[in-house]
């Protein structure tokens, strides 16, 4: 069986370099790439890079009368397995979501029914603005998985989310795209033995038809009211400090997206957090546990509720009017009092959503914790996973589904798909 086969469409911005070593890791690990290398691309990599690379032609115009007397556009974007733009740049998502075909990159997605990956780089502010957003979300609707970028420092000297994943998250998400094995070890990939290409660890799923696909589950949850929460919460100490955990709320707004998309009517209140509103999304921004509860009691009745923000258990019992002082005498006393359970007080409400979900975040036993939350709680089910390590402000998880009648394992997957195949579940259950 021939490996797999990677088109990797190279967009332009200073992130392009990283191409190069994503070209390596994909050829490591047995996989054939051909490159597509954009104007803007060409301005950062020459294709003489990329072909020495990848050792294969690149193609960068529309126009090569020898490929497209053969309708070059079409055969590139039917013979590849995977489709991988990286660094996608705000210019080309607002193309790809558009229809836009404009040059051969986009000329090639627009007539591929190939699964496509989309890796974003661009500066913090593009990246959060209303219509980048817009772009990415209707790309998600439209079946193209979107990587979030990573937050960090840009070569433009501000700080957020932006930065292009580093070559081996990305050679990750490739894999996971193709449903293959990981060989990703300790920050590393692998090389594949000889002859492991034709090996069953390499097989790929069938390709699916040209055939548009239904319209699947769009209009799954059409009519139902669903409240999200997500985030962490910030309770004061004084005006300057405060209590907190290390939540980015990424899989709660990952969710209250799928659930829109779903066609539901969808309430987010949100903790602190520096993430862009969902579209077709209502929006309650919130600091404390208990402005948290106050918002969850106001959004009632709902018909589904899922409860994913990290609130705090404990919060100072006063909190200090001015800034506390280092004295160089005794240390001060914090006196904590506990937080109003959420989750249990809503179970316990007469207005009761039909489904309640919570989350737990668990460092061990977790399993076993979360069986327990279930019982303490009152809630339908648990979605229950392990923070030991970086999935609080990480882009993947893997969860536990823990109900009444047992448990279900997920692995490892991008929050984005954890959230679209736990409303998938969830639009199930309530048919």
């Known amino acids: 069986m021939k490996p797999p086969h990677i088109l990797l469409i190279v967009g332009g911005g200073i992130a392009a370099y990283k191409a190069c070593e994503l070209i390596r890791l994909i050829r490591k690990a047995g996989m054939s790439v051909r490159c597509v290398l954009t104007d803007g691309g060409a301005q950062f990599i020459t294709p003489m890079t990329l072909a020495a690379l990848s050792e294969n032609e ?6 090569d009368l020898k490929n497209e007397t053969e309708m070059g556009h079409i055969q590139l974007s ?6 991988v733009v990286c660094p996608a740049t705000a210019d080309l998502l607002a193309k790809m979501a558009a229809g836009i075909s404009d040059s051969l990159a986009t000329t090639v997605l627009l007539a591929t029914d190939t699964p496509v990956l ?5 500066n913090v502010r593009m990246w959060q603005h209303a219509a980048t957003q817009r772009n990415v979300a209707r790309l998600r609707a439209d079946g193209i998985t979107v ?6 420092a840009m070569a433009c000297g501000e700080y957020g989310p932006g930065r292009l994943p580093e070559p081996v998250a990305i050679m990750e998400r490739i894999e996971a795209a193709l449903s293959l094995p990981s060989r990703v070890r300790g920050g590393q990939v692998q090389r594949a033995e000889p002859g492991l290409a034709s090996a069953d660890a390499m097989s790929l799923p069938p390709r699916p038809s040209a055939t548009p696909p239904a319209s699947g589950r769009g209009e799954a949850l059409r009519g139902k009211r669903i409240l999200v929460t997500a985030g962490p919460t910030h309770e004061p100490i004084d005006p300057v400090r405060y209590i907190a955990n290390r939540s980015s709320g990424r899989q709660g707004f990952a969710i209250a997206e799928a659930a829109a998309a779903m066609g539901a009517e969808v309430q987010l209140i949100a903790g602190p957090v520096h993430l862009a509103t969902p579209p077709g999304v209502t929006r309650i921004d919130v600091e404390t546990a208990r402005e948290m509860a106050a918002a969850v009691n106001a959004a009632l009745p ?8 990290a609130v705090a258990d404990w919060r100072t019992a006063d909190a200090a009017e001015q800034k506390i002082k280092k004295t160089g005498g005794a240390l001060p006393v914090l006196q904590l009092a506990e937080n109003p359970d959420i989750l249990a007080g809503l179970a316990r409400d007469a207005r009761r959503p039909a489904l309640l979900v919570g989350f737990a975040a668990e ?3 977790v399993i076993a914790h979360a069986q327990a939350k279930l019982a303490r709680k009152g809630c339908d089910w648990i979605v229950a996973n392990d923070v030991s390590g970086d999935v609080m402000g990480g882009s993947e998880n893997a969860v536990h589904i823990v109900t009444a009648d047992g448990v279900e394992s997920w692995s490892n997957l991008p929050k984005d798909q954890v959230a679209r195949k736990l409303m998938e579940k969830i639009a199930d259950a309530v048919r």
């Open 58 to 63: 690149v193609f960068t115009t529309l126009w």
């Open 78 to 83: 039917r013979e590849a397995d995977l489709i």
């Open 118 to 122: 989309a890796v974003p780089a661009m």
């Open 147 to 152: 990587v979030d970028p990573d937050d960090g």
């Open 302 to 309: 709902a018909d589904i509720a899922i409860l994913v923000a």
């Open 363 to 365: 460092t061990e036993n």
